[in-house]
């Protein structure tokens, strides 16, 4: 969800372009650049893709900034899209975030007579530093200045300027932002380290409440703490160290996938292990923590919060009482930490680790002492920073927006955890997840298994309502299954526990309406089949994900032999058939409408 790049370097227009390109997979619906050329700022802005530029022609400079726009407030439109020039033409800015008083600050602007172009919240903090300025006999905008008006601003934003006297200037408090530098003195700034790989030698995450001015005169480059107005002494940290360290490759392409989607859903076959690797000491100290809790909560949202919630249920199976919170309806639980927060422990799940509902409910929970667990895909994001306790899924960059392999890491994440609660040796658990590791291999390399899955994809394109029943230890797979059918296919599917079937929406089945059911080989067997022959005796189509066939089944995809794991399997089939769906329908797998692959803003 927007994206900022911003280089000092040989062609740097150029490099913004691609870095922006880089970090397109956030999620945007418009870009654009502003750079330097002979002490004037040039701007560029266009609604879509970057790709969609074939002839773009790069003006020779050594400082520009570019951004993506997901749009929030206003339209997608040229003239919302960042960056925003002042009027006087000393900076351009872009922004990512939501300035939430925007609509007062606007009107106050608006009766001291300024004139605003685009419909954006944006615009109100150039206008904002355009008076300050002015009240200030300012012809360039200084840091007090800048920090004085982004403390009007309600709301995590992180702001970014381009200034005609050669300057980059940031203050960050809500979205992430890097800040690079290489043996050849250039210096960029970043939405996501993992971005500025190519670029960067070294790298520095800018911190909530920190102000990072880079000048281009000296390329002198300092950090200040925008509440004391002071300078803070920060270090560079080597890049291929960290990554190393997090186990990303710097591997970005598609391979002979037609989608980063299908490559992602593909890798799970080989990236479970990751989630373990070398982390038994913060597994066994993180039981620990749960063993000892008097209230044990987990936290997240989307695809993350159905993986939070199954961890949950496993936890709550282990008899410690769990509740399981998405992150947007947190409050009443808050209420819950006023009795013993400090002997609390929250486990957050997130792939970004930069997601605003998730670490808003955090940042509440930390102040009042509950122990954050996290397990985030993305080094040096804000919730690492934020957590007492922080594993790294090691699953590799996930590039398409939709969840995959990082849903599946952080559900083995939660797996391992109460098979350890419940007494299990970690080093069995290597054993038990690398076996399914090979049978997944296999289960991939089957040709019939994966082709009788591209056939129901096939028969499905045309269904605009899918209904997805699981129960117990899949009904989270379901909701997932769902989630997925819906973002990727835009098709109508929910999610239910096959219990609930007959108390409600049994009313929606009718002839060859098509039931995609989760079966398990364990007590709830009894159960789905039940639920089978009612949908059945509707009329229904029922499609059955298990290991065993049954003669009830309309359609059987066949899961691997595997009973602890089969939740993981389980889902595979969805988001299987939900990206050959959107093949078959012509849709963008990898960036689907209106989504943005790290929600930063609430
Ligand atoms: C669904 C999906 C989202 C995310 C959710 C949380 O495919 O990707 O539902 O799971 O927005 O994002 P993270 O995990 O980055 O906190």
């Given amino acids: 969800m927007c994206g900022i790049y911003a280089s000092y370097s040989l062609k740097a227009e150029k490099k913004v372009f691609e870095g922006l390109k880089r970090i397109e997979y956030r999620g945007y619906d418009s870009w654009g650049v502003a750079t330097?050329?002979?002490?004037?700022?040039?701007?560029?802005k266009e609604v879509g893709k970057l790709s969609d530029q074939k002839n773009f022609k790069f003006v020779e400079s050594k400082l520009s900034l570019g951004h993506t726009r997901w749009a929030t407030h206003g339209g997608v439109t040229k003239v919302n899209?960042?960056?925003?020039?002042?009027?006087?033409k000393s900076f351009a800015l872009v922004q990512n975030g939501v300035v939430e008083n925007y609509q007062k600050l606007k009107s106050e602007l608006q009766s001291d007579g300024y004139n605003f172009i685009s419909q954006t919240d944006t615009e109100v903090i150039v206008g904002l530093l355009e008076k300050e300025m002015e009240l200030n006999f300012e012809k360039t905008l200084s840091t007090s200045v800048f920090i004085k008006v982004f403390k009007k601003l309600a709301g995590r934003n992180t702001v970014?300027?381009?200034?005609?006297e050669g300057q980059l200037m940031t203050i960050r408090d809500g979205s992430p932002l890097v800040a690079g530098k290489n043996s050849q003195g250039e210096f960029y700034f970043s939405s996501d380290v993992l971005s500025m790989s190519p670029d960067a030698e070294k790298y520095m995450v800018i911190k909530s409440g920190e102000m990072a001015v880079f000048n281009s005169e000296d390329s002198s480059f300092s950090v200040l703490d925008i509440k004391t107005e002071q300078k803070i002494k920060t270090d560079f940290i080597p890049l291929e160290?960290?990554?190393?360290?997090?186990?990303?490759?710097?591997?970005?392409?598609?391979?002979?996938?037609?989608?980063?989607?299908?490559?992602?859903?593909h890798e799970q076959s080989s990236m479970l292990p990751n989630v373990i690797r070398d982390s038994k000491p913060k597994f066994l100290m993180a039981a620990e923590m749960i063993k000892k809790a008097k209230q044990v909560f987990t936290l997240g949202c989307g695809s993350a919060s159905y993986?939070?919630?199954?961890?949950?249920?496993?936890?709550?199976?282990?008899?410690?009482?769990?509740?399981?919170?998405?992150?947007?309806?947190?409050?009443?639980?808050?209420?819950?930490l006023n009795n013993d927060s400090k002997n609390s422990v929250c486990i957050v799940f997130s792939q970004s680790g930069e997601t605003a509902d998730t670490n808003e409910i955090v940042e509440l929970m930390k102040a009042k002492g509950v122990k954050i667990i996290s397990v985030v895909n993305m080094p040096g994001s804000t919730l690492t920073q934020l957590s007492d306790l922080s594993f790294m899924l090691q699953v590799g960059p996930?590039?398409?927006v939709a969840s995959t392999k990082a849903f599946l890491g952080h559900v083995l994440w939660g797996i391992t955890i109460s098979d350890i609660i419940c007494g299990s040796k970690f080093n069995d658990l290597e054993i038990k997840i690398n076996e399914f590791e090979y049978k997944l291999k296999e289960w991939f390399a089957n040709k019939s298994i994966q082709n009788n899955i591209k056939n129901i994809a096939?028969?499905?394109?045309?269904?605009?309502?899918?209904?997805?029943?699981?129960?117990?230890?899949?009904?989270?797979?379901?909701?997932?299954?769902?989630?997925?059918?819906?973002?990727?296919?835009?098709?109508?599917?929910?999610?239910?526990?096959?219990?609930?079937?007959?108390?409600?929406?049994?009313?929606?089945i009718s002839k060859d309406t098509p039931v995609l059911c989760l079966v398990a080989e364990d007590k709830n067997k009894a159960n789905m089949l039940s639920a089978i022959s009612e949908v059945k005796a509707r009329g229904g189509k029922t499609i059955v994900i298990a290991k065993e066939n049954n003669e009830l089944y309309d359609n059987w995809i066949q899961l691997p032999d595997t009973n602890d794991y089969v939740f993981?399997?389980?889902?595979?089939?969805?988001?299987?058939?939900?990206?050959?769906?959107?093949?078959?329908?012509?849709?963008?797998?990898?960036?689907?409408?209106n989504l943005a692959k790290s929600v930063t803003v609430k």
């Avoid at 002979?38 to 701007?43: A, V």
């Avoid at 936890?315 to 009443?332: F, M, N, Q, W």
């Avoid at 899949?474 to 989630?483: D, G, I, N, V």
């Fill in 36 to 44: 330097l050329v002979d002490g004037k700022l040039l701007l560029k």
């Fill in 81 to 88: 899209a960042h960056p925003h020039l002042a009027k006087n």
């Fill in 160 to 164: 970014l300027v381009i200034t005609s």
């Fill in 241 to 265: 160290h960290k990554l190393d360290l997090a186990n990303i490759t710097m591997d970005i392409g598609k391979d002979s996938y037609e989608s980063y989607m299908l490559k992602e859903i």
């Fill in 307 to 336: 993986a939070t919630g199954h961890t949950a249920y496993l936890l709550r199976k282990t008899g410690i009482l769990t509740l399981a919170v998405e992150a947007y309806e947190a409050d009443s639980y808050l209420e819950l």
């Fill in 398 to 400: 996930e590039l398409a």
């Fill in 458 to 508: 096939k028969k499905l394109t045309k269904c605009e309502h899918l209904f997805v029943l699981g129960r117990g230890n899949l009904y989270y797979a379901s909701l997932e299954s769902a989630l997925k059918l819906k973002e990727i296919s835009y098709i109508h599917a929910e999610g239910f526990s096959s219990g609930e079937l007959k108390h409600g929406v049994i009313a929606l």
């Fill in 568 to 593: 993981l399997s389980s889902v595979i089939p969805a988001q299987l058939i939900t990206c050959f769906m959107a093949v078959e329908k012509g849709y963008d797998v990898d960036k689907p409408r």
